[in-house]
């Protein structure tokens, strides 16, 4: 799927590919929304630890396993799969969202803003 091109239709394949997101996988784009872009090490700790709350709080199955080592692995693969969509790029030990998502970030909410929760279902309204 090639969703960092100009044309609209690619946007449009980006857009459609963020509604049918797992739960996990919107729990790791929710967190790049609000951050823009993170260090790798960063970003993993940070998801896995957003993961953990989420268990704890009752949503069980989300991920069969509490254990940090396997949730890790679970987020890397879904990072990797991510930057393969086009949704999240990764250069130089730092993952953030791709070119074609911060514009349309921007063209939603006026500007990037850094560090303030834009929920996913608002940036699909």
Do not use: A, Q, T, Y
């Given at each position: 799927m090639s969703i960092q091109g100009d044309s609209g239709t690619d946007i449009n394949k980006g857009i459609n590919r963020l509604r049918s997101l797992t739960?996990?996988?919107?729990?790791?784009v929710n967190y790049f929304l609000r951050h823009i872009s993170a260090g790798d090490i960063i970003a993993?700790?940070?998801?896995r630890e957003e993961?953990?709350?989420k268990i704890r709080e009752g949503d069980r199955d989300l991920f069969p396993e509490t254990e940090d080592a396997l949730i890790e692995v679970e987020v890397r693969r879904v990072l990797a799969e991510l930057v393969r969509e086009g949704i999240l790029y990764h250069r130089n030990g730092v993952y953030g969202?791709?070119?074609w998502l911060v514009e349309l970030v921007k063209k939603k909410?006026?500007?990037l803003r850094p560090g303030e929760s834009k929920?996913?279902?608002?940036?699909?309204?």
């Open positions: 739960r996990l996988e919107r729990i790791i993993v700790l940070d998801i993961v953990k709350k969202l791709s070119p909410f006026g500007r929920p996913l279902e608002k940036l699909l309204e």
